[in-house]
């Protein structure tokens, strides 16, 4: 099993930044690429951004250019840094990792952020 946990959301005003940090902790080992998910009220869950142990990255067209995904793997930590941040940004931001051993996929708790004036 593996362990996730996010921390970093919270309320800012369009235009700001936030960093949201996603620490694993337990079977390291099953996992590779990690990942950042979003979920605005009344809509499906969606890819953000996701990057494996190597550093190669993906992003969501709707995020380019505006966040940046990163991973310090001594601290089995990814981070995910959102700038020019809009009102349509505001959402339940989870942290993802597939296991590459079995079908599961473990998920963090998730952490809000709004983006408001």
């Known amino acids: 099993q593996v362990q996730l946990v996010e921390s970093g959301g919270g309320l800012v005003q369009p235009g700001g930044s936030l960093r949201l940090s996603c620490v694993a902790s337990g079977s390291l080992f099953r996992v590779n690429t990690m990942g950042w998910y979003r979920q605005a009220p009344g809509k499906q869950r969606e890819l953000v951004a996701r990057?494996?142990?190597?550093?190669?990255?993906n992003y969501a067209d709707f995020v380019k250019g505006r966040f940046a995904i990163s991973r310090d793997n001594a601290k089995n930590t990814i981070y995910l840094q959102m700038d020019s941040l809009k009102p349509e940004d505001t959402a339940v931001y989870y942290c993802?990792?597939?296991?590459?051993?079995?079908?599961?996929?473990?998920w963090g708790q998730g952490t809000q952020v709004t983006v408001s004036s």
């Open positions: 993802n990792a597939p296991d590459r051993i079995s079908v599961n996929v473990y």
């Open positions: 990057i494996t142990s190597g550093g190669s990255t």
